[in-house]
């Protein structure tokens, strides 16, 4: 368990509204990840951050923003939810192996209608 | 493009009888290939980091294996509680933070 928590764990929404999710993390990770998935497509990333205020777009970035004011808190934001943002969506941690691992919460499950 | 492609996309096989699943992947020089379990409605889980020819990682019933071109997953004597859908994914050298996901291996193994 990377003490990682997502909410909300399910949400429908309308075309055109605004969504935000979260991700809370416990244990002072500094790297931490936004990914989605998709039927038909392996894990995507979205954005990713490095830091407090520090973000970086992955390769599929078009549509969401996201910010970090806090090390525990990575927030995903849709500006104007699209029924193409229907997905299931990962927060993640970087571990501390080397190379790397990543870890992975429970997820959030995005309904736009 | 880094890619990653796992085979089969589904897998049954009979409690106790072993199989391997592969990933094969393209990457601009490996910095790591990582295998996850992912039960349905949660998040993946990680199980092993490969970055070597030829290095072997193991756990419980589970072997992971890396080539130059192709990582296996072997499976012994499998029990019904190792269904789940299996993830291979690569990184790439020079900084990338992206981790490229293949689609995933459905396991189903029955009593």
């Known amino acids: 368990d990377a003490g990682i928590t997502q909410s909300p764990r399910h949400k429908v929404t309308e075309t055109g509204t605004p969504v935000t999710l979260r991700c809370h993390q416990t244990?002072?990770?500094?790297?931490m990840y936004w990914y989605r998935q998709d039927p038909g497509h392996g894990l995507r990333l979205i954005h990713y951050?490095?830091?407090?205020?520090?973000?970086d777009k992955g390769e599929v970035s078009d549509g969401y923003s996201v910010s970090r004011s806090k090390t525990e808190d990575f927030l995903l934001t849709l500006e104007s939810a699209t029924s193409s943002q229907t997905s299931v969506y990962f927060c993640?941690?970087?571990?501390?192996?080397?190379?790397?691992?990543?870890?992975f919460g429970p997820g959030t499950r995005l309904t736009v209608t | 493009e880094d890619q990653v492609t796992q085979s089969p996309e589904a897998l049954r096989l009979q409690e106790g009888e072993s199989s391997s699943l592969n990933c094969s992947y393209t990457?601009?020089?490996?910095?790591?290939l990582f295998w996850y379990r992912q039960d349905p409605g949660k998040g993946p889980e990680f199980l092993f980091t490969?970055?070597?020819a030829g290095e072997e990682k193991e756990k419980e019933r589970l072997k992971a294996t890396l080539t130059k071109k192709e990582s296996f997953l072997h499976i012994t004597a499998p029990k019904p509680e190792d269904s789940a859908t299996y993830l291979c994914?690569?990184?790439?050298?020079?900084?990338?933070?992206?981790?490229?996901f293949g689609k995933g291996t459905k396991l189903t193994v029955n009593p």
């Open positions: 990457v601009s020089g490996l910095r790591g």
């Open positions: 993640a941690i970087r571990g501390t192996g080397s190379p790397y691992e990543q870890y």
């Open positions: 951050s490095y830091g407090v205020k520090d973000t």
């Open positions: 490969l970055y070597s």
């Open positions: 244990e002072n990770h500094r790297y």
């Open positions: 994914a690569v990184q790439a050298r020079g900084g990338s933070e992206k981790l490229v």
